[in-house]
Every structure is written in C-alpha cells, then in structure tokens.
T-cell receptor
Framework: GQNIDQPTEMTATEGAIVQINCTYQ??????LFWYQQHAGEAPTFLSY??LDGLEEKGRFSSFLSRSKGYSYLLLKELQMKDSASYLC??????????WGAGTKLIIKP | IAGITQAPTSQILAAGRRMTLRCTQD?????MYWYRQDLGLGLRLIHY???????GKGEVPDGYSVSRANTDDFPLTLASAVPSQTSVYFC????????????FGEGSRLTVL
C-alpha cells in the first residue's frame, strides 16, 4: 500500500528553526510537495522537489532523498504566523497526489 | 480575481437529503479534484477529472458523484447524505498534471445530521 508518515504535532519557539520530516512509500514517484494550511483555510503551495537535494525559498527550505524515501521542510526564523499544519504529498506513478495527515506546528513566544 | 470558487461555504443538511457542492475555476485548468478532509486523516481524494468530459474515482468515491460538462465547472453531488459524510470538502485544480501545483478553493464545511 501507499503510505506517507509525518509527525502529528510539533512545538517550536518564535525565532528558532524547526524541521518537519516526511517519509513515504508509494507506487512510483514523480515529485514531492509541501503545503501549508492555516486553521479553517485551504492548503497553499510551499515547495516541490523531484530531484535529490535542497531547495531554498526564503525562510523555507525543502530537502529530498529519493533513495531513502525521505523529505524534510526546514523553517527558519520562525514567526507566529507560521503556526499552521504542514502537509506532505507525493505524486505517484499515476500522477495522483498521495497526502500525509499533516503536521500541526505550534509556535510559542 | 482568478482562482477557484466553491459554494456553499457551509451547510447543515438532514440525513437522506440530496446535496450538490459547486466548484468553478477560471484558470482554464484541465485537471480538477474533490477532496474531503477529516481530523487526523488528511486529504482524501473523492473523484477527479483530468479533462472536460472525463471523470475518475479516487480513494473514497462511495456515496458521491461528479460531472465535468465543461472546463470550468466540477460539481460534487451527495445523492442521499449520511452523517459519515460530515466533513470539509475542498475542490482543487491543476494546470499541468505531471508537475503542477494544486490550487484549492476555500472549502465547503458540510454537517449531516
């Protein structure tokens, strides 16, 4: 079966750095997405990785290792507005997105 | 404003009633999707359409139907609502199936009593 695992909840301090991990087992791989979802709102796109390595976009970076079935999202200089759920999703061999359950990130002052 | 519009944003429905959730996009995206999101389960695909005139079943299609008469509209119908269909429903679209990001509507919160 297809499976994506990510921690249910994480807590971090404003100004700090946090890493949210995602491991996957899917039928084929055509890329990995990270989305941010604030409570009561729709998910919004953060990043897309299809090749191994680190992609940096401002305070957010996303890393992929295809051989390990592993990705992480790195958030630097945390701000209170970063409190949200972070969703990991893999594009499988049929180009359908398989979603993780999401990681709720709580930022404390 | 370009994007995806869903209606209604919130609805309380008696069990057994028929309900259609509307979804319209103006980005001329070929692919459209309906997801439900429940606490602790993440997004689950109900139905999808890769292009106008075609539809396909996702992970949890039972009790739901869709149609795709044109590029812009992708309504989701619950023929006879049941309490287990209480959820938040998101419509999404994608311009490029193999790599493109998903654009989501604001969601429709449905409560079936």
């Amino acid at each position: 079966g297809q499976n994506i695992d990510q921690p249910t909840e994480m807590t971090a301090t404003e100004g700090a750095i946090v890493q949210i991990n995602c491991t996957y087992q899917t039928s084929g791989f055509n890329g990995l997405f990270w989305y941010q979802q604030h409570a009561g709102e729709a998910p919004t796109f953060l990043s897309y990785n299809v090749l191994d390595g680190l992609e940096e976009k401002g305070r957010f970076s996303s890393f992929l290792s295809r051989s390990k079935g592993y990705s992480y999202l790195l958030l630097k200089e945390l701000q209170m507005k970063d409190s949200a759920s972070y969703l990991c999703a893999v594009l499988d061999s049929n180009y359908q997105l398989i979603w993780g359950a999401g990681t709720k990130l709580i930022i404390k002052p | 404003i370009a994007g995806i519009t869903q209606a209604p944003t919130s609805q309380i429905l008696a069990a057994g009633r028929r309900m259609t959730l509307r979804c319209t996009q103006d980005m001329r995206h070929n692919a459209m999707y309906w997801y439900r999101q429940d606490l602790g389960l993440g997004l689950r695909l109900i139905h999808y359409s890769n292009t106008a005139g075609t539809t396909g079943k996702g992970e949890v299609p039972d009790g739901y139907s869709v149609s795709r008469a044109n590029t812009d509209d992708f309504p989701l119908t619950l023929a006879s609502a049941v309490p287990s269909q209480t959820s938040v429903y998101f419509c999404a679209s994608r311009g490029v199936v193999d790599t493109g990001e998903l654009f989501f509507g604001e969601g429709s919160r449905l409560t079936v009593l």
